[in-house]
């Protein structure tokens, strides 16, 4: 029967589109979030990546003698990512928590910086859980900060509204949607110093630590099963610590430099 | 002979892989799915749920009553006006309504500072336009989007009402607003009525895009909240597609009802 | 606003604009759609084929099919399908002895969105097909030809000026529904227009930009159909 076998050469095709996709198994997938997080990953006019991570991740997987590929996810799903295989390793300035670590494990601690509060240009810097109270709050979704600000923001009532990345958080405050945003310092730092940033905002202060929320510093995220990756990854972080290639890559970005904790000046 | 075999080997592939994924299906339903969180976040998805239906409901309602004058002055009206309402329907129809979304509510954003740069009273005199709830840029999205849609389908329709008709009532004595209301619009609505159970289906089935711009909806609720919480990925989303088919199978059957009601010669 | 490049530089090909980076965009939107598109034809194709001739199964798998997908919203099946999806073959592949497999954004977005599309491309070829005059059928198989050439000579022919408006329609819908493919991060067009409004803070410029984009495609696309149109419907009696 003539139509039955090109239903099945049909099928065969499908299967070779299917299998093609599936070339270079071999590298490592590094999920960074498909969105700008500077000064750490953010997309040039070029169509690059570039950043602080990015060039950590380099540097990493040069030790490792691995190589590796950027791969571009949704951060709101970027841990079903890594469960379902799309990536190898989540590298996207993901803290270490002890509830993230209940579904995925995590690599050592490679940089950490403490969590900041910024908002409307008024000189006002009391950031006092009850002071926010009828407040608005902006976070980004499935972040530590997230967490902190429904845990001691929201319960004194103010309203947290979530965001899928940082940079719409930091622009509906540019926007005055919302009165403060709580995110990493170094990041919320690169905005402020940006024109839209330094035009509208300032910095509130630094929220007191609550490493049960805030986490133990950003680490890789890794599958559970995947002990061997784990284990290259840490033994790369440490042997980069000691030739003090995390200073050579903080000495390109300024900002970072006397703010960012890292394996080597921890 | 070798034709029949290769069928049952066929058909009976099919039965079991049927078998296979339908076990497969109640295995997790039963022994590895979570459902606890539905305990803890009931309030939230009715809250969701309601927000959903008002989104869908109130852009059904006013997007067609902006398309009315769309569509007839398209039939009847001043060649200008025929011309603006002819473009609005291509615009609308020829873009993503992500990112008219996107473009309301992001983009309208990023003018606010703009405005205020200039007009410095802006951020005391236009608060409650800076403060105003995604939703209702979400809205003003989703009715356009159902105007554009639907300004399309009335054109059609009040061109397919015989020009007898027309000419009957008009011969009757009617005043061309009598024509209008009496003949004319009763005729096209009942023209519309089948393609426009498929359009409201359709507005539903494009409310979740409303979550990329903060509204706490169902699929906000779900996305947003419950995954990022609990980090239970397919339970929620399942519910969410659950929900969804019994609103679209009652919006279907609910039309069938109205369009019995309603015969088409009287 | 000093020190910001100017309207026409932004939108630039250069190292400094983001034109190149939206025009590859939007090559890649125009592929996955290109893609996903010839992937909902053939399940269309079969689709239909086995929910008019085929057994009491297959029309049952097929009708379960068509319906489930038809009433579930688009984003939220991309959403089950991108994740679960994916992470169900790799779980049956290594249950099966075979390695997991990294399915990447693109045959990932092209595999969704085709399953979606296949649905109803069932359902409008289902739909071309039964307006066909039934004597033709019977006047090919009386003149004994196999199903093959009925289907050739016959049922194709014959169900294109039904089904080109329907096939249209979802040719216009596949090209937007690609960028629901922005929201698990793959960069395609609409993803790229937010990453760069993202970086330069331009949400309105580049938002507008991307837009008249895909209205190029749109317009262009109906274009192409409507001469498509014309050429299927040679010889037919024009329509008043």
Redesign the interface.
């Known amino acids: ?3 039955n076998r ?2 099945v050469m ?1 099928a065969a095709a ?1 299967g070779l ?3 093609a ?2 070339a270079a ?1 071999a590298d490592i ?1 590094f999920g960074v ?4 997080y500077a000064p750490y990953s ?6 690059k990546w570039v950043g602080w991570e990015i060039d950590l991740m380099n540097a990493l997987c040069a030790q490792m003698n691995e190589k590796c590929e950027l ?5 709101d ?1 970027i841990i ?2 890594l ?5 190898d390793v989540i590298w996207s300035s993901m803290s270490i928590t002890d509830e993230r670590k209940k579904t995925i494990d995590f690599s050592d601690m490679y940089y950490n910086t403490p969590s900041n509060l910024i908002g409307q240009k008024d000189g006002d810097t009391n950031i006092s859980p009850e002071h926010l109270k009828g407040k608005v709050v902006g976070v980004q979704v499935s972040t530590t900060h997230e967490r902190y600000a429904q845990k001691y923001f929201a319960a004194a009532g103010a309203e947290v509204k979530t965001y899928s ?1 940082q ?2 958080a930091n ?1 509906d405050l540019a926007a005055g949607r919302v009165d403060y945003v709580q995110a990493d310092s170094t990041a919320l730092d690169a905005f402020l110093k ?3 940033g330094k035009q509208c905002c300032e910095l509130k202060g630094t929220v007191p630590d609550d490493i049960s929320v805030l986490g133990m510093g950003v680490g890789a995220g890794v599958r559970k099963e995947d002990t061997a990756l784990k284990e290259k990854i840490n033994a790369a972080i440490a042997e980069l610590a000691k030739q003090k290639k995390f200073a050579e890559i903080t000495v390109n970005y300024p900002e970072l430099q006397g703010i960012l904790v890292t394996p080597e000046n921890k | 002979m070798s034709f029949d075999v290769f069928k049952l080997i066929v ?1 009976s592939l ?2 079991l892989l ?1 078998v296979a994924l339908l076990t497969g299906i109640i295995y997790w339903l039963l022994k590895v799915s979570q459902w606890s969180w539905m305990a803890t976040y009931y309030p939230l998805l009715i809250r969701g749920l309601w927000l959903t239906l008002l989104l869908w409901v109130f852009s059904c309602v006013l997007g067609m009553i902006l398309a009315i004058p769309i569509g007839l002055v398209q039939v009847t009206g001043p060649r200008w006006l025929a011309a603006i309402a002819r473009g609005f329907c ?2 609308i ?8 979304l ?2 309301i509510y ?6 606010f500072p703009q405005l205020a740069s200039v007009f410095p009273e802006f951020r005391q005199d236009f608060r409650w336009l800076i403060r105003l709830d995604a939703f209702w840029y979400a809205l003003l999205a989703f009715t356009l989007s159902f105007a554009g849609y639907e300004g399309e389908i009335m054109r059609g329709a009040f061109l397919g009402v015989p020009r007898g008709e027309l000419e009957a009532a008009r011969s009757f004595g009617m005043s061309p607003w009598k024509v209008l209301t009496r003949v004319w619009f009763p005729r096209a609505v009942r023209l519309v009525l089948p393609t426009l159970a498929g359009e409201v289906v359709l507005q ?6 409303a979550m ?1 711009v903060t509204v706490m909806d169902l ?1 906000g609720v779900v ?1 947003n909240r419950i995954t990022q919480d609990t980090y239970i ?2 339970e929620p ?2 519910l ?2 659950v929900i ?2 019994c609103l ?2 009652l919006t279907v059957w609910a039309f069938s009802y109205i369009e019995k009601k309603v015969p088409q010669k009287r | ?4 490049p100017g309207f026409p530089e932004i939108l630039s090909f250069g ?4 034109g ?2 939206l025009l ?1 965009g939007a090559s890649v939107s125009v592929a996955i759609a290109l ?1 996903a598109y010839a ?1 909902g034809l ?1 399940i269309g194709v ?1 689709g239909a084929m086995s929910k008019l001739y085929g ?1 009491t ?2 029309r049952t ?1 097929m009708q379960g099919y068509t319906t ?1 997908v ?8 991309i ?2 399908l ?3 999806g ?2 169900t073959l ?1 779980q049956l592949l290594e249950s099966s002895g075979f ?10 977005a ?2 969704v969105l085709g399953f979606v599309q296949g649905a109803y491309s069932t359902e409008v070829l289902r739909a071309a097909i039964q307006a066909i005059p039934v004597g033709q059928m019977e006047a090919a198989r009386a003149y004994g030809m ?3 050439l009925i ?1 050739r000579r016959i049922t194709l022919p014959s169900m294109l000026p039904y089904a080109i408006p329907g096939l249209a329609n979802l040719w ?1 819908i596949v090209t ?5 493919i ?6 395609e067009l ?2 790229a ?7 330069t ?4 410029t580049f ?2 930009a ?2 008249l984009v ?2 190029i495609i ?2 262009v696309s109906q274009r192409g159909f409507a001469m498509l149109e014309k050429r299927v419907r040679r010889g037919q009696r024009k329509l008043t």
């Not at chain 3, 190292?15 to 983001?18: C, F, S």
């Open positions: 029967m003539k139509l090109r239903i049909a499908l589109l299917a299998s996709s599936t198994m997938k979030a498909a969105e700008p953010s997309k040039d006019a070029s169509g791969v571009e996810v949704a951060w799903g079903p990512a469960t379902s295989k799309q990536i990345t940079d719409e622009n940006s024109d839209q | 058909k099919v039965v049927l291509t615009v129809r020829g873009t993503p309504l992500l990112l008219q996107w473009l992001y983009g309208l954003g990023s003018l539903l089935k494009a409310t979740p895009l990329t699929a996305r990925v397919y989303l399942m969410l597609a969804y088919m679209t199978f | 606003m000093a020190g910001q190292p400094t604009g983001y190149d980076e590859f893609l992937l053939i079969i057994s199964l297959t798998i489930l038809r009433a579930v919203p688009e984003l939220i099946l959403l089950i991108y994740y679960a994916t992470a790799n390695s997991a497999i990294a399915i990447n954004g693109f045959a990932a092209v595999l196999s199903p093959w289907f216009l937007k529904d690609t960028a629901l922005a929201v698990v991060g793959y960069t609409a993803l227009t937010r990453q760069a409004a993202g970086n803070k331009m949400y309105f938002f507008m991307a837009g895909y209205l749109t317009l």
